[in-house]
C-alpha cells in the first residue's frame, strides 16, 4: 500500500510539474521569443499566459521599456583637428526581439556596446564636418539630430530603436578653450562694432531728415506768416484809408494823440525838435485843425 501510495504521489508531482514547466507568463513591459533547439519559432506573444513543450522549447524574454546608456570621457576631433570631451548618453529600446536575438544573442551588454559605438561614429563623423567654434556655438539639438538620422538606420539592424542622444557635457582642453574664447570675444566685439555704426548711421540719417523736415516747416511757417501778415496790413490800410476819407481832421488828431500816448512820458525820453515842428501842431495850438 505504501508503494502503491508513492508512486502515486510521484505520479502527481510530475504531472504538475510537467504541466508548470509547459507554462509562462509574458508581462506588459516584456518581449518574449520561444526557441526550438536554439532556433526562433515565435516573437508575437501578448501579455498573458503561453504553453510550450517543456525541455524542446525554452523561452527568452526582454525588458520592453525604455534603457538609457551614459557614455563619459569621449574625445571627438573637430575640422582643424582639435579634440572636444563629451559626454552624452543614448536611449534606447527593442522592437524586433527576433532581429535582436539573432544579432547580438541577446545580451544587453552587446546591444549597447555596438549602439554606442554607432553613436559614436556619427558625433564623429559630424564634429569633423564643424569647427570648436561652430560646435560651440551651433545648435545641439541639429547636430544631433543629423547624427541620430544615419545612427537609427544601422540600429535598426540590430533590432533595436534609438530614442533619443543628448550631449550633457561638452569641454574644451585649456589651449583650445582659450583660443575659442578669444575668437569668440572678437567676432562679438566686430558685431558690436557693426551694430554701433549702423546704429550711428541710422541716427544720423534720422537726424539730417528731421532737420529737414524742421527747415521745410519753419519756411512753410514763415511763409504763411507773411502771407497773413501782408493780409492784415492790407486790410489794416483798408480801414485806416476809410478812416481818413470819412473825417481826415479827426484822424489826424488820433493819429497825433496815439503818437504824444506812445512817445512822451517815459523815464529818460529826450527829444530834439524845432518848437515850431508839426510834432507840437496840437499841443501848441489846441485849435489847429480847426484853423487848417
Do not use: C
Request: glycine share 6%; hydrophobic share 40%; aromatic share 8%.
Amino acid at each position: 500500500m505504501n508503494g502503491k501510495g508513492n508512486l502515486l504521489l510521484l505520479a502527481v508531482i510530475a504531472v504538475v510539474g510537467g504541466v508548470l514547466l509547459s507554462l509562462f507568463t509574458v508581462d506588459e513591459r516584456e518581449y518574449a521569443i520561444k526557441l526550438q533547439f536554439g532556433e526562433i519559432i515565435r516573437t508575437d506573444y501578448e501579455p498573458g499566459l503561453h504553453a510550450k513543450i517543456p525541455f524542446v522549447n525554452n523561452v527568452i524574454k526582454y525588458d520592453d521599456r525604455i534603457l538609457t546608456r551614459n557614455n563619459p570621457n569621449e574625445k571627438f576631433l573637430t575640422q582643424e583637428k582639435k579634440n572636444l570631451e563629451v559626454d552624452f548618453y543614448v536611449k534606447w529600446r527593442i522592437t524586433d526581439p527576433g532581429q535582436y536575438y539573432r544579432s547580438v544573442g541577446g545580451d544587453e551588454l552587446i546591444a549597447t556596446n555596438r549602439l554606442i559605438e554607432i553613436i559614436k561614429d556619427g558625433i564623429r563623423s559630424e564634429f569633423a564636418k564643424r569647427t570648436v567654434q561652430e560646435v560651440v556655438t551651433a545648435d545641439r539639438r541639429e547636430i544631433m539630430d543629423d547624427m541620430m538620422e544615419k545612427a537609427s538606420l544601422t540600429a535598426s539592424e540590430l533590432g533595436i530603436e534609438v530614442v533619443d542622444v543628448r550631449v550633457k557635457r561638452l569641454d574644451l582642453p585649456d589651449e583650445v578653450s582659450d583660443s575659442v574664447f578669444n575668437r569668440m570675444r572678437q567676432e562679438r566685439a566686430r558685431t558690436a562694432a557693426q551694430l554701433r555704426a549702423e546704429g550711428a548711421e541710422e541716427a544720423e540719417r534720422i537726424r539730417s531728415s528731421a532737420d529737414k523736415d524742421r527747415t521745410v516747416l519753419l519756411a512753410e511757417a514763415y511763409r504763411q506768416s507773411e502771407e497773413i501778415r501782408g493780409l492784415g496790413d492790407a486790410e489794416s490800410a483798408a480801414i485806416y484809408a476809410a478812416a481818413y476819407e470819412r473825417d481826415p481832421e479827426f484822424y489826424a488828431f488820433h493819429r497825433s494823440m496815439e503818437a504824444y500816448r506812445r512817445s512822451l512820458g517815459g523815464d529818460g525820453d529826450i527829444f530834439v525838435l524845432a518848437p515850431d515842428s508839426d510834432y507840437f501842431r496840437y499841443l501848441n495850438d489846441p485849435n489847429a485843425g480847426n484853423a487848417r
